[in-house]
């Protein structure tokens, strides 16, 4: 058997071949996509080189995945609450150990880790929606694998799964545009996350675009500086419609206007961005953008099963596409 001095990784077994790592680690944990005949090969292979294998590895058994999350995200109407529910229960049926772990603000803004993640009794990480760069800085210096799930930061080389964040903003625009709309307005503190930021993005693009007016005044914070929700201030002049950084503010929008004696989506239309919860308020069914959180989840899982082969490994961001939902109160009916 051949030694060598350094750890033999699958690039290394990869370029034995002129494969993917992606290939080789299939083969290595006896999954489908690979040919029986270059299986084997690359398994004989992998052992005269004297490459380590990792039991278990198929099913992720051995392997305790620490899902963090803000705890400014967490409520029981969040987007991200049903995220995790939904990472855990994948999680679970993978038979990873999945451990949840809710960061306090004052920790997130000083970096401090968990003591689980702390001690090194976590494999692999799962950031769930934005959190702040001392914390990640915190975590790459544990050397402990990590993928960010619905937001990425340039800052660090970390793989990241995310919503077509500005393509959204930018459908619902359009939508809002080519129902009758002239004035469109956005609500949502778009700096509060990259992901708003991204469907603000979207919005303005859709205006540029097709030189449509757009008015500071018709852009209302729906967060304050720590991510806390606040009440929404209608402008003195309205546009004829609105989009929404998600959902749930889109519902609070209409509860607004409906209490201030406007009618949606006849005086003003208002679309969200999730298509999670709740989508009637007071009979109106919101249209919204859907994500596709199930393609996202799995996007994440595949990464995740890489990061357990190959620390390594590199996949970087990746897009997954969700679709218009269109329902009653994006519908504008004016002149």
């Known amino acids: 058997m051949a030694t060598t001095e350094k750890k033999v990784t699958m690039k290394d077994i990869a370029a034995e071949f002129d494969v993917s790592i992606v290939t080789v680690s299939k083969a290595l944990a006896g999954k489908d996509g690979v040919g029986e005949q270059?299986?084997?090969?690359?398994?004989?292979?992998?052992?005269?080189?004297?490459?380590?294998?990792?039991?278990?590895?198929?099913?992720?058994?051995?392997?305790?995945?620490?899902?963090?999350?803000?705890?400014?995200?967490?409520?029981?109407?969040?987007?991200?609450?049903?995220?995790?529910?939904?990472?855990?229960?994948?999680?679970?049926r993978r038979n990873y150990v999945a451990i949840l772990e809710a960061v306090r603000m004052e920790d997130e803004e000083k970096g401090e880790l968990p003591k689980l993640v702390a001690l090194s009794a976590i494999d692999q990480i799962i950031v769930i929606g934005e959190i702040s760069n001392a914390y990640l800085t915190s975590i790459v210096k544990t050397g402990i694998g990590c993928i960010l799930f619905d937001f990425e930061n340039e800052d660090y080389d970390l793989d990241a799964v995310l919503s077509d964040n500005v393509?959204?903003?930018?459908?619902l625009t359009r939508h809002l545009v080519r129902s009758g709309c002239r004035k469109v307005g956005f609500v949502g503190s778009y700096l509060s996350t990259r992901s708003n930021l991204d469907r603000y993005v979207g919005y303005r693009k859709y205006l540029i675009a097709n030189g449509l007016d757009f008015?500071?005044?018709?852009?209302?914070?729906?967060?304050?500086?720590?991510?806390?929700?606040?009440?929404l201030v209608l402008p003195d002049e309205l546009p004829d419609g609105f989009v929404c950084a998600c959902d749930l503010t889109a519902n609070r929008l209409i509860r607004l206007l409906?209490?201030?004696?406007?009618?949606?989506?006849?005086?003003?239309?208002?679309?969200?961005?999730?298509?999670?919860?709740?989508?009637?308020?007071?009979?109106?069914?919101?249209?919204?953008?859907?994500?596709?959180?199930?393609?996202?989840?799995?996007?994440?899982?595949?990464?995740?099963?890489?990061?357990c082969e190959n620390p390594d490994y590199r996949y970087g961001t990746v897009l997954s596409y969700g679709w218009l939902v269109e329902r009653k109160t994006g519908r504008y009916h004016g002149k």
């Not at 393509?167 to 459908?171: A, H, Q």
């Not at 967060?223 to 009440?231: A, Q, S």
């Open 167 to 171: 393509n959204g903003g930018y459908l």
């Open 215 to 231: 008015n500071e005044k018709w852009v209302i914070s729906d967060r304050d500086e720590h991510g806390l929700d606040i009440d």
């Open 38 to 92: 270059l299986r084997q090969e690359i398994i004989e292979r992998a052992r005269e080189l004297g490459y380590t294998f990792k039991k278990g590895n198929d099913k992720g058994g051995s392997h305790n995945v620490a899902i963090v999350i803000s705890e400014r995200f967490i409520s029981e109407d969040s987007f991200y609450q049903r995220v995790y529910q939904r990472i855990l229960m994948e999680l679970t």
């Open 258 to 307: 409906m209490e201030q004696g406007y009618s949606v989506p006849e005086d003003v239309a208002v679309v969200g961005y999730d298509d999670y919860a709740n989508n009637k308020v007071e009979g109106k069914e919101l249209t919204t953008y859907h994500v596709n959180v199930e393609e996202m989840i799995t996007q994440c899982m595949n990464m995740l099963e890489q990061h």
